[in-house]
């Protein structure tokens, strides 16, 4: 893993409403006097693939909206290995609001971009604005969801299950491209430490599906969903 060495631009008069997630991310439940104010507040910030948002324990300054790429939220174990619990995608709200401390670290998976907001400012403009408030706690109860399923996938679902089940999840978290590619931003190692699984069983599981018609894998790191349907129910099976 790689220290940021952040890009950034101080662009306070570029208007929210020209954002690519500003259907999608929490800020835009605020009104325009709202997003005014955000707006002098915040910073665009690009990461490239591999380098660190926040290290887990670390003092919680800023916090930002994922306008494109992905996050992997990660923690460390006792033994020094990481732990991959989950993803963050465009959209998403990232960092510790309303607490001290990071409770797990973020770190790009693929090359990213931001727009960072000093914690403690954002945080009275969340107090100040209802709409913006319920937008972040929907959001919070959307990763309690997510969080809940993963616990479900490790403890009581087969590895075809859940291998389907993140298949789906990608699906459901991503936008396809021209030609229907769906981003895999995990490798292969990364997706079977997600889901409990070795490397072996997680490439064997995608050429299985891929043979069976499920899905197609034109590289390494994209897929295209042939049979939803049929994905769906592997996971459910």
Same mark, same amino acid.
């Given at each position: 893993m ?10 306070a @008069? &570029?208007p929210?409403?020209t954002? +690519?997630?500003? =259907? *999608?991310?929490? /800020?835009?439940?605020?009104?325009? $006097? ?10 665009s910030?690009?990461?490239?693939s591999?380098?660190t948002?926040a ?26 290995r ?11 709200m990232?960092?510790r609001?309303?607490?001290? @401390? &990071?409770?797990?670290?973020?770190? +790009?998976?693929? =090359? *990213?971009?931001? /727009?960072?907001?000093?914690?403690? $400012?954002?945080?009275r ?18 990763d309690?969801s ?18 389907a ?5 990608l ?9 229907g ?26 050429r299985?599906f891929e ?8 590289d ?12 769906a129910?592997?996971a459910?099976?």
């Amino acid at each position: 893993m790689q220290l940021r060495s952040p890009r950034t631009d101080v662009d306070a @008069t &570029t208007p929210c409403l020209t954002c +690519a997630v500003r =259907d *999608t991310a929490a /800020c835009a439940q605020l009104s325009l $006097a709202h997003r005014i104010a955000l707006g002098s507040l915040r910073r665009s910030e690009t990461l490239r693939s591999g380098e660190t948002f926040a290290w887990e324990g670390e003092e919680s300054l800023v916090v930002a909206t994922l306008r494109s790429g992905v996050f992997k939220r990660s923690l460390m174990l006792s033994d020094g290995r990481e732990q991959v619990v989950g993803l963050a995608f465009p959209g998403d709200m990232v960092g510790r609001l309303f607490g001290a @401390t &990071t409770d797990h670290s973020l770190i +790009a998976i693929t =090359d *990213t971009v931001l /727009c960072v907001f000093p914690r403690a $400012a954002f945080e009275r403009l969340v107090a100040a604005s209802p709409a913006l408030e319920h937008a972040l706690l929907v959001q919070a109860l959307d990763d309690l969801s997510r969080a809940q399923r993963q616990m479900l996938v490790l403890a009581r679902l087969s590895a075809p299950q859940r291998v389907a089940t993140s298949l789906l999840d990608l699906v459901e978290r991503s936008i396809a491209d021209a030609r229907g590619r769906i981003a895999i931003p995990l490798s292969r190692q990364q997706l079977g430490d997600l889901l409990g699984l070795s490397i072996e069983t997680v490439s064997r599981k995608l050429r299985d599906f891929e043979r069976s018609g499920h899905i197609a894998l034109p590289d390494y790191r994209s897929m295209v969903v042939i049979d939803r349907a049929g994905l769906a129910a592997i996971a459910a099976a």
